[in-house]
Structures are given as C-alpha cells and as structure tokens.
C-alpha cells in the first residue's frame, strides 16, 4: 500500500475549541479544505512540559509500509521497528539527530533505541524506497491528527500557548492560543494563513 504523496501550497490551519471537560480540538485541513491526517500539533508553552513516564514506542512494517507514518516521542524514550512482513527490510536513518541502521527478518524487531534530544527523525528503507516514517520528539504535549483532521488535548491547562503544526508534505503553520480550561464558549473556526 502506497501513500498518495500531495504537494500543496500550504496548510490552512482551523482551530476549534470544544468546551467538554477542557479539551481542547485542533482542527487541521490541508489549504483544500480536506482534513489533514498525521499532522503533528504542538503546544509550547514556557516551563510547560508534562512530566510522562518513559515509555518505548513501536514503528510496525506491514504491506511494505511503516505504521504508523508520524509517530510522537518525548526526549529520552525509546523506539523498537518491528517487521511483520515476509520481506526483508532494512531500516536506516541519516538525521542529525540520530543515525542508525537495521536489517530485520521477517517477523524480527530492532532492538530498542533510545532518542535524547528534540527535533524530526525521517526513517526510511535501503531495499524499498517509497517506505519512510517520521518520529516527531518534542518534549511539549504533542498529538497527530487522525483522518477527520482532529487532534485532541485532554485537560489541558489554562494558559498561553505557542501551536505549531508541522506535516511532512505542508509548510508549517504557528499561531498563539490563549486557553481557559474552564470556558464554556464554543471558539468558532478561524482560519489562518502559515507563518
Ligand atoms: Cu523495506
């Protein structure tokens, strides 16, 4: 299965802010008005970060295909690449960041490996080349969307907080959010051009 690859001009960026329980949504669309998946929404705020437990996180190959395509990691925890095809794979990455490589058998696994520091690791396949996958490290809360374009935050602070949207194939779009976890108002949709 192949990933349909979309060059578009920019992202158009919608937010809306449901008053259930403090959560907020993040509404992402692709410029078209089509909903944007594995968009990766970030909010930044200063001395924000949410402390979390380590945890190690899973890149799976299936149908000649990483699952998940953007995956969101903190600083410091751990990621395992899985193969559960009846091919091959050899999974590598060039980044700054972090460089390695894997051969992995059918129905093998990497060992762990740990990420320290923040930023975007593109990983993909020396023997099939369509196949790559993003790991996203942010030490900010961080969700990527799913198909009806939606991230969602839960209990999250009031508070000011600094958005960033980043997708592998749109530009990047930022904007500030003022957020009050107790606000019973319905934030109408805006939309707003990438910065
Ligand atoms: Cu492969």
Not at 20 to 39: K, M
Not at 80 to 85: K, M, Y
Not at 144 to 151: E, P
Not at 167 to 185: E, N
Request: proline fraction near 6%.
């Amino acid at each position: 299965m192949r990933r349909a690859y979309q060059t578009l001009a920019g992202l158009v960026l919608g937010l809306a802010a449901n008053a259930y329980g403090g959560t907020l949504v993040v509404h992402v669309d692709d410029g078209h008005g089509h909903p944007a998946d594995s968009a990766v929404v970030t909010l930044e705020s200063p001395g924000g970060d949410a402390a979390a437990a380590a945890a190690t996180h899973t890149i799976d190959q299936r149908d000649e295909t990483f699952i998940p395509y953007v995956e969101v990691m903190r600083p410091g925890e751990q990621v395992v690449f899985r193969n559960s095809d009846n091919t091959r794979h050899q999974v590598y990455s060039f980044s700054e960041l972090k460089r390695f490589e894997y051969v992995l058998r059918p129905g093998t696994s990497s060992p762990p490996l740990t990420i320290d520091g923040s930023g975007i690791i593109a990983v993909g396949c020396n023997i099939h080349d369509e196949m790559i996958t993003y790991l996203f490290v942010t030490s900010a809360p961080a969700r990527v969307t799913g198909k009806d374009g939606n991230a969602r935050f839960e209990g999250l602070a009031s508070g000011s907080y600094q958005l960033r949207v980043w997708h592998p194939q749109l530009s990047p779009a930022t904007r500030a959010l003022g957020w009050k976890r107790s606000s019973r108002r319905e934030v109408p949709t805006r939309r707003s051009r990438p910065t």
